[in-house]
């Protein structure tokens, strides 16, 4: 069973919920696009925006071995990610809870 971490993507300061997602949707397309397989790897996303150190963010289920590649194509997009803890990783069970919406692929 692949396990996952959970990968929180923030917006810069005073960023609106709508313009951060229009920002990660140009970001996920441009992945999908260039880095598939990379891209598969992204197991889930967050149903509802939350605040991560007073900026809009949002949670992404990503499996673990994947989570350093998709972080690292997030900052080169400008895409702040709040820092990963290897340790601390979730099963496909807590990646397919009812507050999570899984990603087709």
């Known amino acids: 069973m692949p396990e996952y971490l959970c990968l929180t993507l923030i917006a810069h300061p005073g960023e609106t919920e709508a313009a951060f997602?229009?920002?990660l949707t140009a970001f996920w397309t441009h992945l999908l696009r260039t880095a598939p397989d990379t891209y598969e790897a992204v197991y889930?996303?967050?149903k509802q925006f939350?605040?991560?150190d007073g900026c809009v963010s949002?949670?992404?289920m990503v499996q673990a071995d994947a989570?350093?590649?998709v972080a690292?194509?997030?900052a080169a997009h400008g895409i702040r990610v709040a820092p990963l803890d290897p340790?601390?990783?979730y099963s496909l069970y807590e990646a397919?809870?009812?507050e999570w919406f899984q990603i087709p692929h």
């Open 21 to 23: 997602k229009s920002r």
């Open 44 to 46: 889930a996303e967050a």
């Open 50 to 52: 939350e605040t991560t």
């Open 58 to 60: 949002r949670a992404y």
């Open 67 to 69: 989570a350093a590649a």
């Open 72 to 74: 690292e194509a997030l």
């Open 87 to 89: 340790n601390d990783t």
């Open 96 to 98: 397919s809870g009812t």
